[in-house]
């Protein structure tokens, strides 16, 4: 009776954890509404002006990717957090113009050490070391000089039966982006 009990317990508290509800998610994010002036992020400006190098993802995509009435064609795109009207949205660059912007379904935040876990530690040599210990001692030493590093970034991307699921990692910040792997 006890392990019947159990086992009832465990496939009740397995219907908790069930998959997002991805057609809800889908249906409920809307497209921006307005477009930017000559396709230009008006807030670039100032990210490249803090930064040392450009501070956005850089994606690669060989399929075509739907949402809504966009068709994201193959290619390379810079991918831009931004919040615009109230809104999170992802901004889709290509050759420094706003070629998409997409809405993001989820904003959380991004778990602790979860750079330090899923990125590539850079391998150097001996001498590469000890160049790296000169120039950061130097740097130390001029601080107003020096532009500070962007936030650490990643993309990775699931699929699902009907979904394509973009996840971006950016900073702090944890955004999901919801594609039809067909047109409607």
Wanted: aromatic residues 18%; positive net charge.
């Amino acid at each position: 009776m006890k392990k019947f009990l159990l086992c009832l317990i465990l496939l009740i508290g397995m219907g908790v954890y069930a998959d997002e509800d991805y057609d809800m998610l889908y249906d409920s994010a809307q497209p921006f509404q307005s477009k930017l002036y000559n396709g230009i992020d008006p807030f670039e400006d100032e990210d490249m002006i803090k930064y040392a190098w450009s501070p956005y993802p850089l994606f690669r995509t060989a399929a075509d990717l739907y949402f809504k009435d966009y068709k994201i064609e193959p290619g390379y795109y810079s991918l831009t957090p931004r919040k615009l009207s109230g809104e999170y949205y992802v901004l889709f660059k290509q050759n420094g113009k706003v070629q998409f912007i997409i809405p993001a379904v989820k904003k959380e935040a991004t778990p602790m050490n979860f750079y330090n876990a899923n990125t590539p530690k850079i391998k150097q040599t001996k001498w590469q070391k000890f160049t790296a210990g000169v120039k950061k001692k130097f740097y130390d030493t001029a601080k107003d000089s020096m532009r500070s590093t962007p936030p650490n970034s990643l993309v990775n991307i699931d699929y699902n039966s009907k979904y394509i699921i973009l996840t971006l990692y950016y900073g702090e910040d944890k955004f999901t982006l919801l594609f039809r792997r067909t047109p409607y």
